[in-house]
């Protein structure tokens, strides 16, 4: 016997579509072509998912035809108000998913939410898995994002293939919406803090007279190291803020990570501050620059500039 929700899919293989096509999801679509999947785009800007399909693939014009035309929708888009758009916009993807197909929702949302959306499109006859990601975008270019995620049996059973091409890691949290967003949200807290304190004790080394460089060497070869202080730290090395993580994104996953612990009523004071070290930088201009940026908060601080 199948299982219930699956009775419609098709006899042939399955075919994957991912909707966004920015520094993440270009890297994911690519890793699952290189895996030899036959994979549909779309991206709000036409060119992008164009020279995406050029390489092999197909290009659609909306979210719509792209949904009517796969079994597995990944969304990697930056927020709950682009899913809501992707799937339930003007030319939305909810509506033309077959019932059996899954949509993978790959963004940093509030679980609450996650949750809900699990249940509105079950009431269309689409399977929903709460996969948010982390690895950065080299990471999603090599396939080996780490996946947290969560939700149905019948849901995993269509999208797992498409799921171990995009990761080198799929943790499966539960058997319902919500869990994966959780524990991404825990990550982010980490991930914000991490990076605020780096960029904190960068400011002050160089405020101190220690040159950059010198710095940088020693505390990667020592125990005040992390990931996040030996990558960000490297772009304030080379002054080089393009976004790989913009600002912004750390001033919407912070507030999220305040958002969820205020139920709860669950005191966060480093998350709070990092939230308000990243607000700053936004407010002082620096919203879409790296995240790494954040450092630009700290006054009479000498820091390197780009080479040329």
């Avoid at 304190?197 to 040159?211: D, Q, R, S, T, Y």
């Avoid at 020693?218 to 190291?225: E, K």
Wanted: charge should be negative; aromatic fraction near 6%; include cysteine.
């Amino acid at each position: 016997m199948r299982d219930e929700g699956i009775t419609d899919r098709p006899a042939v293989r399955p075919r994957v579509g991912v909707v966004g096509l920015g520094a993440m999801g270009l890297g994911m679509a690519r890793s699952l072509r290189a895996a030899g999947h036959d994979v549909a785009v779309h991206d709000l800007r036409p060119e992008v998912a164009e020279d995406f399909a050029e390489a092999g693939g197909t290009a659609y014009a909306t979210t719509g035809d792209l949904a009517a035309a796969v079994d597995v929708l990944v969304g990697v888009v930056v927020n709950a108000a682009q899913v809501e758009s992707v799937l339930f916009g003007a030319e939305g993807a909810a509506d033309r998913l077959r019932p059996g197909a899954v949509f993978v929702m790959c963004s940093t949302v509030d679980p609450g939410w996650s949750e809900e959306l699990e249940a509105r499109l079950a009431e269309r006859g689409v399977l929903y898995l709460d996969a948010p990601i982390s690895g950065g975008a080299a990471r999603a270019a090599t396939g080996e994002l780490t996946m947290m995620t969560s939700g149905s049996a019948a849901a995993y059973e269509l999208a797992d293939p498409f799921l171990e091409a995009m990761s080198s890691t799929v943790y499966r949290l539960g058997d319902r919406a919500g869990l994966g967003s959780k524990v991404k949200i825990v990550n982010q807290l980490l991930a914000g803090v991490h990076i605020a304190a780096a960029a904190e004790a960068m400011a002050l080394g160089i405020k101190a007279g220690v040159p950059a460089e010198a710095l940088y060497e020693v505390i990667t070869h020592s125990a005040g190291n992390s990931w996040m202080f030996e990558n960000r730290m490297a772009h304030v090395l080379a002054g080089d803020y393009t976004p790989l993580s913009a600002v912004d994104i750390f001033v919407k996953d912070l507030g999220l990570v305040l958002d969820a612990a205020r139920p709860e009523r669950f005191p966060l004071p480093l998350a709070a501050t990092a939230h308000q070290m990243f607000l700053q930088a936004s407010a002082s201009g620096f919203g879409r620059e790296d995240d790494s940026a954040v450092i630009k908060i700290f006054p009479g601080v000498d820091l390197p500039k780009a080479e040329g």
